[in-house]
Every structure is written in C-alpha cells, then in structure tokens.
C-alpha cells in the first residue's frame, strides 16, 4: 500500500531525493519548503513530465502556527498522514567562541524545534490512526560531535535524543520513530568542502568515497517498510564511524 509522506526540506540535497524517489514509487508526497520556490517547482516539473503529481506547501517549520498549517493541509486531502521525514535544516562552520546568541538561536530553532513540532503535529494523527512512522535525518556529528560546529552537533544530538524517548512513548501506539545519521554526503550543503578537506575524510573512510543522496533514500525506504525497528540511530557513513 502507497503512503501518504510529509517531507520537510524537500527542494534541495537529500530531501529533494528523497521526495523525487518515494514519488516514483507511487506513494503521494507533501514537499515543505520554505525559501527554494524555483527548486521545489523544478522538482514537481520534472515529476510531472512522468505524470506524477506531488503536493508542495510553503511553510517554516520552525515556526509552530505554520506547521500546523502544514499538518492540516495533509490531513485534509488525504485524511492521514503515513511517514514523516524530518528533513529540514541547516549548518554553519564557526568557532565555538565565535557562535553569537543568534547564531545558537537560529540553529535550535531550524533543526531542533522544527523537528519537534512538526512531529508533535503529525504524532496527534498517527496515534488515531494507531500506525506511523517518523523518520528524523539527524547527523554524524548528534554522534561524534563535529569541531567548529558545536552549535549543529548539539541541535543534531538533541533530534537523536527526542528520536529515542519518542520511540519509547509512541510504540504502544504502533508508531516507529528512528533517526537517520549520515556522514559526509555530497550535496549542496557540502558545497563549500575543498578538494583536501574531501580527500582528507575519504582517507578516513574504509569504503574511500562519498556518500550520495541516494544512499540516505534507500535507507529511509527500508525504515518505512521495516515494521520492527524503531528507537535507533542509523548512520550510513562508509564506515568513518562505527559504533
């Protein structure tokens, strides 16, 4: 059976995958974006040249009143909502002594708040429906913490934790919750990594190359269909860290 799937973040890097796959499949997908408007349309353009329609909603999920109306706009077309992929979020490189009160502010609220509001929404209608499964895209650094980014490591770590409580509370409810932890992917995000720093982290890396949007998909579709795993942190990273 197709599912019906919110996904923040979806106009760029690994949320645009993702959205662009689960759509090939069949599965009816609610595309957040805020900012990227050319991105997400050239995304839903290009599904439609293979008539395949997709939903795109507007909306800063950091923000509760506008995940709410995200949340009900879902609901109203198709009366439940399946999976949830928290993938919204952004990053930033700066000395831990540098990071202002605006800085810290701003990465809590895009990475951290937004995930768990828009989770707080969507569980409301899962547990009525007693079936889910909330998908948050954490990071390698929730884990291992990154240098020069104190600020994400802690917003990531903080969406690994609530990823296990969450598990834990919502599992009599017959909802899965699990965070996905990539390590280093080539996307947009990455953009700004220099050819050494590249080389340097593939030295470190037993399968010695990059990891592609692709490879977080393919993950996230087996924890949609997976119905005994939940409460887990998976972190696809080509062997950089193994716990």
Same mark, same amino acid.
């Given at each position: 059976?197709?599912?019906?799937?919110?996904?923040?973040?979806?106009?760029?890097?690994?949320?645009?995958?993702?959205?662009?796959?689960?759509?090939?499949?069949?599965?009816?997908?609610?595309?957040?974006?805020?900012?990227?408007?050319?991105?997400?349309?050239?995304?839903?353009?290009?599904?439609?040249?293979?008539? $395949?329609?997709?939903?795109?909603?507007?909306?800063?999920?950091?923000?509760?009143?506008?995940?709410?109306?995200?949340?009900?706009?879902?609901?109203?077309?198709?009366?439940?909502?399946?999976?949830?992929?928290?993938?919204?979020?952004?990053?930033?490189?700066?000395?831990?002594?540098? $990071?202002?009160?605006?800085?810290?502010?701003?990465?809590?609220?895009?990475?951290?708040?937004?995930?768990?509001?828009?989770?707080?929404?969507?569980?409301?209608?899962?547990?009525?429906?007693?079936?889910?499964?909330? $998908?948050?895209?954490?990071?390698?650094?929730?884990?291992?913490?990154?240098?020069?980014?104190?600020?994400?490591?802690?917003?990531?770590?903080?969406?690994?934790?609530?990823?296990?409580?969450?598990?834990?509370?919502?599992?009599?409810?017959?909802?899965?919750?699990?965070?996905?932890?990539?390590?280093?992917?080539?996307?947009?995000?990455?953009?700004?990594?220099?050819?050494?720093?590249?080389?340097?982290?593939?030295?470190?890396?037993?399968?010695?190359?990059?990891?592609?949007?692709?490879?977080?998909?393919?993950?996230?579709?087996?924890?949609?269909?997976?119905?005994?795993?939940?409460?887990?942190?998976?972190?696809?990273?080509?062997? $950089?860290?193994?716990?």
């Amino acid at each position: 059976m197709k599912k019906v799937i919110i996904i923040t973040g979806a106009s760029r890097g690994i949320g645009r995958n993702m959205a662009y796959n689960l759509a090939l499949e069949g599965n009816k997908i609610i595309a957040n974006y805020n900012k990227s408007e050319k991105e997400i349309l050239d995304l839903k353009n290009k599904l439609k040249e293979k008539n $395949i329609e997709i939903d795109i909603f507007k909306a800063d999920v950091s923000k509760k009143e506008e995940v709410d109306s995200l949340v009900d706009f879902a609901i109203e077309k198709y009366n439940k909502i399946d999976v949830l992929i928290n993938n919204a979020g952004i990053a930033e490189q700066k000395l831990f002594t540098d $990071i202002t009160e605006e800085d810290f502010d701003k990465m809590m609220k895009n990475n951290l708040y937004s995930a768990f509001f828009v989770a707080q929404a969507v569980a409301k209608h899962m547990i009525r429906e007693h079936s889910g499964a909330i $998908i948050n895209i954490s990071s390698i650094y929730g884990l291992t913490g990154g240098s020069c980014e104190v600020h994400y490591s802690m917003a990531k770590a903080g969406i690994d934790g609530m990823t296990k409580a969450l598990a834990k509370e919502l599992g009599p409810s017959n909802i899965r919750v699990n965070s996905v932890a990539p390590g280093a992917i080539d996307t947009e995000m990455n953009k700004d990594l220099t050819e050494e720093v590249w080389n340097s982290i593939l030295e470190e890396t037993p399968l010695n190359k990059k990891g592609r949007p692709i490879d977080i998909t393919k993950c996230i579709k087996w924890l949609i269909e997976d119905e005994f795993t939940t409460g887990q942190v998976i972190s696809p990273n080509g062997g $950089i860290v193994i716990i």
